[in-house]
């Protein structure tokens, strides 16, 4: 007899992604066993533009046959659909300030380290500028506390996932520093905890030196489509 | 006796601004009374910056003395304070794709419709051919449907409201043509099922002269900042 797909989890993704990384975080916290599916992002698959014909993005959660995207949008989702280890509280304002600081997340933090990777001179410069101001406010929102909502792990912790094992590559590949641990100790300690917590641990990430390869060749390609960036 | 201000609804907006509008129309939906504040943000205020450290942009909802920004935030926490006429399914993979098309809302129809209006060139007919790709997207997703969940107005209708009434004078000014109805008959259909609804008939807009006079003057000032913008 065939194998049903209809109760199944996969998980589309790309071995580097920042993105991807936060949705096996969420289902390694929940439990929840899934097939990985590696796509080629520079030679994307027909199945891709299927499960993704809005933005042929990954990462892409396929639940019981049915399409899912963006890593924000995935992990409300498994939170709502596994209740264990909530990634959310349920406190209609606590919930939209934890909205607020993943958007702030992507929008301003994650875009302006990106940028100070696939950038030189002086856009490189207000790039590192703009990194670090983004990086005051999460500073003083982390200030005494172990994770972003208080003692446990939730989305907002995911989301900023990459500041903490990602962002130094990037600092180092990009020649520049951003992560300053005398500046910015609530981030530090922060990483610590992040990097420590048993499901992070538990998780798979890309090696360092690989990851490290990967976006000097990045690097490499983009500074010139970010040339004139925001000039 | 002083009034207290603790139970009150406020909200801080511009008067042109798409993203303040749909939280008024979902405001109006769900029969809060509120006090607006029109914010200059060409000129802005101290209160803004103190209400949104992070993007220092309106709309600003302030509910119980509590400061919330970000329309789609805005529009989900509206939802689940105030229950009537609720804005979204209550499924989670329905809710999932709900804030989904409300993402591509802003990402992709407002950022390429808005790019149409800022720009000249080649930089412009890139904009309206994404804008136009955009919109087939949309075209297809309400096909023999009402509105964007079925029968019943709800977020994403909120969320791509300003195609009904704003991106037509977008194109005026900008002297270009999107939204081609035999082209795209759903999204006409919308159109006047959206801007005939109670609700959205009920709330202030905008006198399209006001507005147009607005945009003219936006295009005009942004046009060199946009000029090499995705070359």
């Known amino acids: 007899m065939e194998k049903r797909d209809e109760s199944s989890v996969k998980?589309?993704?790309?071995?580097?992604?920042p993105f991807v990384h936060r949705v096996r975080w969420a289902l390694k916290l929940k439990g929840v066993e899934y097939e990985y599916i590696e796509e080629d992002i520079f030679n994307k698959s027909p199945l891709l533009s299927e499960l993704n014909p809005l933005y042929k993005k990954v990462p892409v959660l396929v639940h019981?046959?049915?399409p899912?995207?963006?890593?924000s949008i995935i992990l409300e989702y498994v939170d709502q659909k596994w209740r264990s280890n909530p990634l959310f509280p349920d406190d209609p304002y606590q919930r939209a300030q934890a909205h607020l600081?993943?958007?702030?997340?992507?929008?301003k933090v994650l875009?302006?380290?990106w940028l100070a990777l696939c950038s030189e001179g002086k856009t490189q410069e207000r790039a590192v500028k703009q990194a670090i101001e983004n990086l005051e406010h999460v500073e003083e929102k982390l200030k005494g506390k172990r994770f972003f909502g208080g003692d446990i792990i939730g989305h907002?912790?995911?989301m900023m996932g990459f500041i903490s094992y990602m962002l130094p590559v990037w600092e180092e590949v990009g020649g520049v520093k951003i992560l300053d641990p005398h500046k910015f100790p609530?981030?530090?300690?922060?990483?610590?905890?992040f990097l420590n917590h048993e499901a992070i641990?538990?998780?798979?990430?890309?090696p360092t030196a690989e990851t490290s390869t990967y976006f000097q060749w990045r690097r490499k390609e983009l500074i010139p489509v970010y040339a004139s960036y925001g000039q």
Chains 1, 2 share one sequence.
């Open 11 to 17: 998980l589309v993704g790309f071995w580097v992604s």
């Open 64 to 66: 019981d046959g049915k």
């Open 68 to 71: 899912l995207s963006d890593s």
């Open 101 to 107: 600081w993943a958007r702030f997340a992507d929008e």
């Open 111 to 113: 875009e302006s380290a």
């Open 156 to 158: 907002v912790d995911l």
């Open 186 to 193: 609530a981030i530090a300690a922060w990483t610590n905890n």
């Open 201 to 206: 641990k538990a998780e798979y990430l890309p």
